[in-house]
C-alpha cells in the first residue's frame, strides 16, 4: 500500500475530530498551512480533543467552525454565479495576470515560480491554451528545505501536474541556517519552478517570452492610463 502523503494524514486526523494544535504537534506543521487545507472538513471533536481544551472553548470552536464553513459556501457560490463561465479570452488575461505577478522578465527564459500547485496547474493550462506549448515543452525544478520529505515532494508535484518525473531537474534543498522552527513546515512541498523549453523552436523560446511580455506591457499601459 502506498503510503499516505502529509496532506492526507492532516485530513485524516482532522475527520477523527483532532484540533488543529493536536495535527500540529502530530506532524509538525503550521496552523496556517493546516487551515487552508482542512477549512473545508467538518469539525467534530473527538474526546481527546474536549479533554484537552475543555467542553466550552470546544463547543465554541465547533460553531465557529461551522459559521465558517458555511460562509466560504456561501462566497463561493456567489462568486460563481458573478463570474459566469470562463472564455478563452478571460484565460488569455488571467495568464498575463499570473505571469504579470509570478513570472520572470529578464533573460528571455520563460519561468513561473510558486509553491501553491493551483497557481502552477493554471500557468501550464495557459502556456497549453493559449501559447501553443505541449506537455514535452516544460521542466519543473523543485527548491526544497531539509524538513521536506524529498520523495514525497517531488510524486506530489508530478502528480499535481502532470509532468513525468524524467522532466524534473535537479532538487535544490535550502539549508540556510536562519530558517527557524516557527516557519517549518509552512512549504510542506516546497516551491516548484516551472521553466519552458524551446525544444528547438524559436517561437517557443526567446520569441515567445517577448509576446508575453509584450501582452503585459500592452495590458499595463491601459489600465494605468484609465482605459479600462
Not at 123 to 132: D, N, V
Not at 177 to 193: F, H
Request: glycine share 8%; aromatic share 8%.
Amino acid at each position: 500500500m502506498k503510503p499516505l502523503s502529509i496532506k492526507e494524514k492532516a485530513k485524516n486526523y482532522r475527520a477523527e475530530g483532532y484540533s488543529y494544535g493536536m495535527i500540529s504537534e502530530k506532524l509538525g506543521l503550521s496552523k496556517s498551512t493546516l487551515s487552508g487545507w482542512l477549512k473545508n472538513i467538518p469539525y467534530k471533536p473527538s474526546e481527546k480533543a474536549i479533554a484537552r481544551i475543555g467542553v466550552g472553548r470546544t463547543k465554541s470552536a465547533q460553531i465557529k467552525h461551522k459559521q465558517k464553513i458555511d460562509n466560504i459556501l456561501e462566497m463561493e457560490n456567489s462568486a460563481k454565479i458573478e463570474l459566469g463561465k470562463i472564455s478563452k479570452r478571460d484565460l488569455w488575461l488571467l495568464g498575463i495576470g499570473l505571469y504579470l505577478g509570478e513570472g520572470t522578465k529578464s533573460f528571455e527564459n520563460i519561468r513561473i515560480i510558486n509553491s501553491d500547485p493551483e497557481i502552477i496547474k493554471i500557468a501550464i493550462r495557459w502556456l497549453k491554451r493559449i501559447c501553443g506549448l505541449s506537455e514535452g515543452n516544460f521542466t519543473i525544478a523543485i527548491h526544497a528545505y531539509p524538513d521536506n520529505n524529498i520523495v514525497d515532494t517531488i510524486n506530489y508535484w508530478t502528480k499535481t501536474t502532470n509532468i513525468p518525473i524524467k522532466q524534473f531537474g535537479k532538487t535544490y534543498i535550502d539549508r540556510r541556517m536562519n530558517k527557524t522552527n516557527k516557519n517549518k513546515r509552512k512549504l510542506p512541498y516546497g516551491t516548484a519552478l516551472l521553466t519552458v523549453k524551446s525544444n528547438g523552436r524559436k517561437e517557443f523560446g526567446v520569441i515567445l517570452h517577448r509576446r508575453i511580455m509584450g501582452w503585459i506591457k500592452s495590458v499595463s499601459r491601459q489600465i494605468n492610463a484609465g482605459i479600462v
